[in-house]
């Protein structure tokens, strides 16, 4: 092969090299420097944003449960009393009674421990991390939305009294778990 065809073949990026002669001196110090000054730069961003990131986040507050006063439980009971009346007068059937109730024993409790219980499973309110100070009201807000539920849902081998339920008795366990939410 001829040098114009290995030239040709080799494309641009081909360097012509004097025959018989040795290399000129590569001429590196410039190239190393930007370089060196690349990886400064990158390691003091890198210092930078190691200072940033590890500096203490604000932790979310807790959310801070209310002491439910007689004024703010009557207006708890006047709801359940609603329910009661509205399904006694046939506004509502028995499936919708239990489910007003239990959501207004969500509610309740929601603005109660001043946390979002509205939409919590019956198997998330048993995993709900507990204190000395909550434990006893999650029991009872768990065993309040499992009882319940419409007697159709319930399995009566597991929990005969949800699936005997009355509306009005419904109401009885939804109002003693305001009286006893504390």
């Known amino acids: ?20 002669k040795p290399l000129p001196p590569l001429d590196t110090w410039r190239p190393l420097l930007v370089a060196g000054g690349l990886c400064l730069l990158l390691a003091l ?45 046939g506004r509502i059937d028995q499936s919708q009674a239990m489910s007003q109730l239990a959501e207004i024993v969500r ?20 995993r709900q991390p507990r204190t000395r100070s909550n434990r006893r009201q999650l029991d009872l807000l768990r065993q309040t939305i499992a009882a319940l539920y419409p007697p159709e849902f319930a399995d009566p081998s597991v929990n005969r009294q ?21």
């Open 45 to 89: 961003g890198l210092a930078a944003l190691i200072v940033v990131l590890s500096k203490p986040r604000k932790a979310a507050p807790t959310p801070q449960a209310k002491h439910v006063t007689a004024p703010s439980k009557e207006r708890w009971h006047t709801r359940i009393d609603q329910v009661v009346t509205d399904h006694a007068q």
């Open 107 to 126: 509610a309740f409790a929601s603005e109660a421990s001043g946390q979002d219980l509205t939409a919590r499973t019956l198997a998330e309110l048993s």
């Open 162 to 182: 949800a699936y005997e339920a009355q509306v009005p008795q419904a109401a009885q366990w939804a109002s003693a778990l305001v009286e006893g939410w504390r």
């Open 1 to 20: 092969m001829t040098p114009a065809l290995l030239a040709a073949q080799a494309g641009p990026f081909t360097a012509a090299l004097p025959q018989g």
